[in-house]
């Protein structure tokens, strides 16, 4: 569905330095810090910007070359779009109903009633969880064959990025064959989610894992700096120095399981890994 090879992008002292591959069928989540690098990769992917070497693909063609029809088999919804403040969701249909062929107006009106979003109400009156609501529902509302999220619930409190989940889950039951690329520095939010996850960091991709490896195989060790020196330190993947000895991350789990029965074996979440593998020594 989507690929990038050696995708290469310079901002002053930035430069981004990627290649990677979204499958068709499958929600693909990209984390990372802020700054990290992944709107940047968003917008090249979208052709919004060109890359300064490498190639990007979308549908098998290249993405500055994708034709109009091409562009209306992707829903896209981005942290720093928008809409006039002086349209309605009403307005926004009549225009949406124009533009895309597969729009089913009633259908768009009836979920942005479900979700909160009247139908005659200046948008310049939403509140922020409103209209990061909207530029979803958008998104979603024309049978798209890939789907760009490029932090949905950026500024959200829990309550309003749970909602937010909650579209996106509602719409991925039932369109199972949807691509997604989806980015968060919330990495908990795409724990049940993504399929798979892509960490960037300064430019670069850390780490590809599936989302299921990651919960079931990576684990934080805390060991002392005597266990420390004595462990097998083969599936150490990066450690922290604590006042207690060493915070280490692993990916392999069973084996220090099976193998130091009295070692403190921790969860591993997204957040942990993120902050083990842009930290850790």
Known sequence: MVSALNVTKTYGDFTLNVTMDIPEGRITGLVGKNGAGKSTMIKVILGLISPDGGKVTVFGKNAQELTPQDKKEIGVALSDSGFS???????????????????DRRSFLETCRKYGLPERKLIQKFSTGMKAKLRVLVALSH?????????PTAGMDVEARNEI??????????KEDSSVVITSHIATDLEGLCDDIYLIHEGKI???EDTDVILSDYAILKVGEEAFQKIDRNYIL????????YRCLTNQKQYYLENYPGMVIEHCGIDDLILMMTGGK
């Open 143 to 151: 049978d798209a064959k890939l789907l760009i999220m490029d932090e």
């Open 238 to 245: 990066k450690y922290h120095t604590e006042p207690f000895g």
């Open 85 to 103: 403040n002086y349209l309605t969701v009403s307005d926004i249909a009549k225009i949406l109903d124009k533009m895309y062929d597969k729009f």
């Open 165 to 174: 989940l909650d579209i996106l889950r509602d719409y991925l039951r039932q």
């Open 206 to 208: 850390l780490l590809h």
